[in-house]
C-alpha cells in the first residue's frame, strides 16, 4: 500500500508500547527508559475501494466507509486497533499516532457509488476509526463523503465520540441520517483510563443537544460496556441522553478480540487502574466463557453472568421508561426519497 509522504508531525507525546505484530517476522522492543513518540500523518491515495463490508460482531451494520487508519482517540478498549497490523504497524501506540488519511476517499466513493448504488441501502461512517478524529477538520474527508451520500440520497449512520461532527449540521440536517455519540462513561474520572485522548463526556453530550436540536436524529451508545466497572453508570448516561435529545440507544459489551488488543488493554489498565485490574480482567474471563479474547460470543447483550443480565435488565427498563427507540442496522434503514437518482448529477 503506498503511504504518500509524512504530512505533519505535531505534538501529543505519548510512550511507545505495542505489542508484537503477529504477521510480522521480528519485531523489536525498547529497553530502559520508554521512548516517546509523536503524532504522524500519512497520505494514501491508491485505493481502490473505499465501502467495506464487514460482518464483525462489534458493529450492527453491513457496509461503512472509514476515512481515516488508526485512531487519535486512542480507546484502550477499541477493536479495531489490530487492524493498524495489517499495515505492519502495532496495535498500540501505532494504532494511536501513525494516522493514515485516505485523501481521495470522496472521489472513490463517488465512483464506486455510481455502480453499486442500488446494492447500498445505508453506509455507516464508523468502524475501523472514529470519522471525526482532529485531523478532519483540516481534510473534510468525512464531510466530503457525507456530500456524496446526500447526492446519492444513501441514509448514513455515524458513530463518534467527537463535536467535530457539529461543523456537519447543515449537511446533515438535509440528510437521512442518524449519529450516535458513543459514551460508555458518566464521569471524566471513569473515561479517562480508557479514553485517554476523547473529548470528555460532557462535551459528547453537549455535542448531542447541538445535532438533536437542529433536528438531527441523534441516539448513545454504551459502548463498550466494561464489566464491573461501568455497569452503574447505565441509567445517568440514558437519562442525559435524553435530555439532550437522543431517541435512540444501544448498548454493547467488551469484547478484546486478539491477543494483541488483550495485551494493550491490560497493560494500559495495570498502569490506570492497578487495584480494579484483576476484578475486570476475572469479570471479562466470566463473560467472555473464560477467555479474554473469545470471539465465541457477539458483542450485544451477550455475556454469560448473572452480572450481565441484571445489566441489560437495567438498561432495558430505562431504555423503556425514557422512552428510546431500538440501534437500527442499516440493512433495516430506508432511504426517505424513494425517487431514481438524478444521474445528472454525477
Ligand atoms: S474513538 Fe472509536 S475508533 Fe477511535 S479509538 Fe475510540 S473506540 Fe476506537
Known sequence: MPLARIWAIVSSVRYVSNPPNPYLKYSADFLGEPSTVKLEIFEETATKKIITENNSPDVGFRFSVNCY?????GCTYCFARPYHEYLGYGAGTDFETKIVAKINAPTLLRDELKRTRKTIDSLNFSFTTDPYLPIEADYELTRECLKVCRD??????????????????DILSGMNATVYFSIPFATIEKSKPFEPYVPVPETRFRAMKTLSDAGIETGIALAPIIPSYSEPDIPALLERAKENGATRAFMTLLRLPTDSLREYFTARLEEKLPTKRDRILHQIMRERGGKLNSNEFGSRMSGTTENWRIAVKMFDLHFKKLGFKKYEASAQMKPTIDEPIQQSLF
Open 69 to 73: 487508519r488508526g485512531c487519535i482517540h
Open 152 to 169: 446519492f440520497r444513501i441514509p448514513v449512520g455515524i458513530v463518534t465520540k467527537s463535536p467535530l461532527v457539529m461543523r456537519d449540521v
